[in-house]
């Protein structure tokens, strides 16, 4: 048996049993990879696949544990060459970050810029999309890191901590009737449009079941990824929108936002937990650990390493 075989059932398994896809992917050919799984079936003496006639079907029993001791070689393998790298070129490389656009454009300007000044010879490779794109990056080692409010936590692949607790806002044009209210109730914002988040991103979940919680229906009139873009439609009077907390800089908020009138939302929504992600069983190179002390002064290099031996409860402090 060999590494490429490895390859090749992991690849498979990726690609939902696609052979075509999985030999596309690694760019090699596809009756290669057939052969390459068959004759590690035939070393093993079991079925990794079932098969009808020569299309796979699903994974067996005993392909399941072939598929989950392989992935855990796999990792063990990136490990070496991260280690290597680690010992042989401390101060160079990629940091691969898997993020929302949120995160990506209100969060993380500041500590990769720090990053930078601190390791000149790193590249910084952002890869934006949804929580659960973040989660899959992350599982298939696209990325080092993973940031995100939704999805991470969920995934028995990662291991994630708490980043920052934030909450939603409203906001509005301040001509606007709400705008002259003390207080805005689930209640009011039921009468009105929504202009809001897109259902996968920013906390939308906690939006939708407040509102079912009070057996309301909200008047969702356009959904985006984009904080901008809310405040954008915002002002045209398309509907109040609710957007997260750290898209409303406040230096911002005395210039090119202070035409709209801000009502923090979290005793309306709840509160959400931004956090950071890592594969189980990593290992992760120095510069990395320094970006996730840049991100927080709770996310030490020695907390990290705890959570990742399973030796530290993540929201213990939550």
Known sequence: MNLHQFRFVQEAVRQKLNLTEAAKALHTSQPGVSKAIIELEEELGIEIFARHGKRI???????????????RIMVEIGNLKRIAQNYGNQDTGTLSIATTHTQ?????????????????????????GSPSEVAQMLQDEVADIGIA??????????VSLPFYEWQHMLIMPKTHALAQKQTIHLEDLAMEPLVTYHPSFAGRSKIDLAFAQKKRVPKIVLEAIDSDVIKTYVRTGLGI???????????????????????PAGELFGQNLARVAFKRGAYLRNFVYDFTELLSDRLSKNLVQKTLQGKFAPDADY
Do not use: F, M, W
């Not at 409010?149 to 990662?158: C, H, K, R, Y």
């Not at 929108?241 to 009502?263: C, K, N, R, S």
């Open 149 to 158: 409010t939704e999805s991470l936590q969920d995934n028995d692949n990662l």
């Open 57 to 71: 079907k699903r994974v067996t029993e005993p392909g399941t544990a072939v598929v989950e001791c392989i992935d």
């Open 104 to 128: 990506a454009r209100y969060v993380l300007p500041g500590p990769i810029s720090k990053l930078r000044e601190r390791y000149p010879h790193v590249t910084i490779s952002l890869h934006q």
């Open 241 to 263: 929108g609710i957007v997260a907390e750290v898209a409303l800089d406040p230096t911002q908020l005395q210039t090119t936002d202070a035409d709209l009138h801000v009502v």
